[in-house]
């Protein structure tokens, strides 16, 4: 085995193996970076969003990870595993990493909680920041993460479920519900975004994501979430989904008007968060106790 070879090794083969061959090159260069560079302070390397959940997507999805820390990591390692981030972007561009790096004490814990940890998004290393700090994320990596080096058994914490959706409720009134309004004003920045195919991609699936967690109890990705408002909803709500789906796997656009394919994404958002809200109502009712007998 060469020496790059031996050092990609500490990660869980098997695993590595399914992935797709970009995720999977772009994994073992970051294996190879980090041992090249000496960095022993990585107990745990685990992969959670659409990778694992299935449902990558080529020039789209980022690479979603969680890494474990024995400890704090101290200001010149912090140095160290910037160099790597940016050695790995130079050599496998794509698809982007994205994560953090906490110790298992903060695994599970909002940001009130905790201290601000390294992460690296959107190109840059941040020694302290609480990027993807939410229960989200922490549902994900325990329900559905893939182990690529360390032990799922190593995240034993728990994520209450109830509390999960009482903060997806507040995510709808907080920011999606401001994002729709904003965006139906023509001449605001958010307005206008929204003549792009990705900020319609954006609004129709990720919203939609959430009304098939209020419904189903569970979380999906994006394409998920498409397939299921095909199943679910009228067939005059389809087109404007099946071009945020086409926009995700890089097809060409159903329509010849984006001042069309605007209004259709502004009916089926303003629909849709009314169906999210009233899904929401609907998961809080199931979920409280029964009433005591008269």
């Known amino acids: 085995m060469s020496d790059r070879g ?29 041992h090249e560079a000496g960095l022993t302070s990585i107990r745990g390397f685990f992969l959670y969003g659409s990778i694992a959940m299935g449902g990558y997507t080529p020039n789209r999805s980022d690479i979603d990870f969680v890494a474990l820390l024995e400890r704090a990591l101290n200001s010149e390692e912090s140095g160290r595993l910037a160099a790597i981030h940016r050695n790995v972007g130079r050599e496998r561009p794509s698809p982007e990493m994205n994560g953090i790096y906490v110790t298992r004490d903060r695994l599970g814990k909002l940001p009130h909680e905790i201290s601000p940890y390294p992460c ?29 080096y360390g032990s ?43 003549y792009a195919r990705s900020a319609v991609e954006w609004g129709v ?61 502004l009916d089926y958002l303003h629909d849709m968060l009314a169906a999210c809200e009233s899904a929401a109502e609907e998961a809080a009712r199931r979920r409280l106790p029964p009433s005591p007998p008269m």
């Not at 990609?8 to 970051?30: C, I, K, Q, T």
């Not at 799922?152 to 999960?164: C, F, G, H, N």
Request: net charge positive; charged share 25%; aromatic share 12%.
């Open 152 to 194: 799922m058994r190593e995240l034993d914490y728990e994520v209450d479920w109830d509390r999960l959706l009482s903060r997806m409720r507040e995510n709808v009134a907080a920011y999606w519900r401001p994002w729709v309004t904003e965006s139906a004003k023509l001449y605001s920045r958010k307005g206008m975004a929204l």
């Open 205 to 265: 699936l990720g919203l939609t994501r959430l009304y098939y967690t209020f419904r189903e109890n569970e979380i999906t990705t994006k394409a998920g979430a498409g397939a299921y408002a095909l199943e679910q909803l009228p067939a005059s709500r389809h087109p404007i989904v099946i071009e945020a789906l086409r926009w995700r796997s890089g097809e060409s656009s159903l329509y010849r008007s984006a001042s069309a394919r605007r209004q259709d994404a």
């Open 6 to 34: 031996t050092a990609a090794a500490w990660l869980n083969g098997d695993a590595l193996g399914r992935l797709h061959p970009e995720v999977r090159g772009v994994l073992e260069e970051y294996a190879v970076q980090v």
């Open 120 to 148: 690296y998004y959107g190109g840059r290393f941040h020694e302290a920041d609480w990027f993807e700090c939410n229960l989200v994320t922490w549902h994900q990596l325990k329900k559905q993460g893939i182990a690529l």
